[in-house]
């Protein structure tokens, strides 16, 4: 069954039917106190493939960053990837395999509430980081595709031995914030150091290095 969200549905209503669909998938029934669950064996994730959105992008003044939180080969080549979440692609997206692990907390459950507190995830082995040139970025505004990031000249795919994100979610969590270090590889042989810190929707740190 495809799911359809019209695109004038308000941000909170897609995420109620997001988690309706999430129980009649998982056959969960919200509890009184704090929820955990582990992902992906109690809860697929949300329905985003990337670390990328609309005003929190992780960005130095040469480069950008987007880590993938499902594989990018299934990825719609044409989804605008600053959008973040992919409603209209529900059940899809959460049959595009996660390359990351972890748990979240739900103060009630995803029936209930629109995202989880907080959320702690962990690379699978090879989370793939792929890096642009903020040139190259800013030519394909106001949107980001896959097909456009693999056609931009100063791409690495880079694939990341340890990625480690701690989010504290907006509209959740009493003090939004994300916390992301990852460190691996690029297709050249050169080591990448990737450190992020946003908090109440402002980028506050981001660090970049490849040696």
Same mark, same amino acid.
């Given at each position: ?9 308000? *941000?909170?209503?897609?995420?109620? $039917?997001? @988690? @309706?669909? $999430? ?7 919200? $509890? ?13 994730? =949300?329905? !985003? ?16 960053? *987007? ?9 719609? @080549? &044409? ?23 972890? +748990?979240?907390?739900?103060?009630? &459950?995803? @029936? ?30 106001? =949107? ?18 340890? !990625?480690?994100?701690? $989010? ?25 150091? !990737? ?5 109440? &929707? ?7 290095? +490849?040696?």
């Amino acid at each position: 069954m495809r799911v359809r969200i019209s695109p004038g549905a308000s *941000i909170r209503r897609r995420a109620r $039917l997001v @988690a @309706a669909c $999430l129980v009649l998938a998982l056959g969960f029934v919200p $509890l009184d106190a704090s929820v955990r669950l582990l992902v992906p064996e109690d809860s697929p994730g =949300g329905p !985003f493939y990337a670390r990328l959105e609309r005003g929190i992008v992780l960005s130095t003044s040469e480069w950008v960053a *987007i880590a993938f939180y499902r594989d990018p080969r299934c990825v719609p @080549a &044409g989804f605008n990837l600053l959008n973040f979440f992919d409603f209209g692609n529900i059940p899809a997206v959460f049959a595009c395999p996660l390359t990351v692990h972890g +748990f979240e907390i739900w103060a009630n &459950g995803p @029936a209930v509430d629109q995202a989880p507190i907080q959320s702690r995830l962990r690379g699978n082995g090879a989370v793939p980081v792929w890096f642009v040139s903020v040139g190259d970025y800013q030519s394909s505004l106001p =949107g980001v595709t896959k097909a456009e990031l693999l056609g931009m000249p100063s791409l690495l795919q880079g694939s990341a031995a340890f !990625f480690d994100e701690t $989010l504290h979610a907006q509209g959740a969590a009493k003090q939004s914030m994300l916390e992301l270090n990852a460190f691996g590889l690029v297709p050249d042989g050169r080591s990448f150091r !990737f450190h992020a810190v946003e908090a109440a &929707g402002i980028v506050r740190e981001v660090q970049i290095e +490849f040696r």
